[in-house]
């Protein structure tokens, strides 16, 4: 919470601006910015028993949070806007670990998370901040291949698990349409190739992996070139 005295303190300086706010303001944001982390941590780690994932260490990370969107919102650093991002996720783990849902449960969440950065990077996008959409679209993608890595290891379904290696390729499609950058596509492809086999070997028991994964390369090379 003092850290979040301290910013509002700081916007109060930023929205009032004068000779003597503009002395002071500097040292509030860099003094809430280096409690933060500590705070976040504290509610993480050192104020936890056992389990770490508890209500104080879910509020102490949606707190920061709010600190960092807000802190983003006033002052327009990119940095925010990260910190605020992977705070978000962050949140939604600790909560879903904190409630002791199921694990599949947990992995929606942040399913739903990445939609919400790809709809961020066309967000940013839109409004010309470059970098900023940059950092959601990554943050996007990597989640992606984190849904299905971690989709692999909890054991799901061959269904649950085709829904999961379409998440990439729909992410990708996603930033291609809304960045209008092709390259992005080049996320979906090898995930194709994931799916199909997914499809055949899993779901229909054809194997010659070799012969799907030289179609998909195939198909895409073409797409790509055409």
């Known amino acids: 919470m003092s ?15 004068n000779e003597v706010t503009e002395i002071f303001m500097q040292p509030f944001v860099l003094t809430a910015n280096v409690v933060m982390p500590f705070a976040i941590a504290y ?12 209500f104080q260490a879910t509020l102490s990370v949606f ?16 940095l925010y806007s990260l910190a605020a991002q992977m705070l978000f996720t962050l949140t939604l783990l600790s909560f879903g670990l904190w409630q002791k849902l199921p694990q599949l449960t947990i992995l929606y969440f942040v399913t739903a998370s990445a939609y919400l950065n790809v709809y961020l990077s066309h967000y940013f996008h839109n409004r010309s901040r470059a970098l900023e959409a940059n950092i ?3 943050l996007s993608i990597i989640k992606a291949y ?19 290696a379409a998440v990439p390729i729909i992410i990708g499609l996603l930033l291609t349409i809304v960045r209008r950058n092709v390259y992005y596509i080049a996320v979906s492809s090898v995930f194709v190739a994931l799916l199909l086999d997914i499809i055949t070997n899993k779901m ?15 198909i895409t090379a073409s797409v790509w070139y055409f």
Do not use: H
């Not at 509610?43 to 508890?54: D, E, N, R, Y």
């Open 3 to 17: 850290s979040i005295l301290l910013l509002a303190v700081s916007i109060s300086f930023k929205e009032n601006k």
């Open 43 to 54: 509610g993480l780690i050192f104020s936890a028993q056992a389990p770490i994932f508890t």
């Open 63 to 78: 707190l920061g949070c709010i600190f960092y969107v807000l802190s983003y919102m006033y002052f327009k650093n990119p």
């Open 136 to 138: 959601a679209a990554v």
């Open 146 to 164: 984190f849904i299905y890595l971690f989709a692999q290891g909890i054991n799901v379904d061959n269904f649950q698990l085709l829904f999961f």
């Open 204 to 218: 229909l028991g054809y194997d010659d992996r070799s012969f799907i994964l030289g179609f998909v390369y195939t």
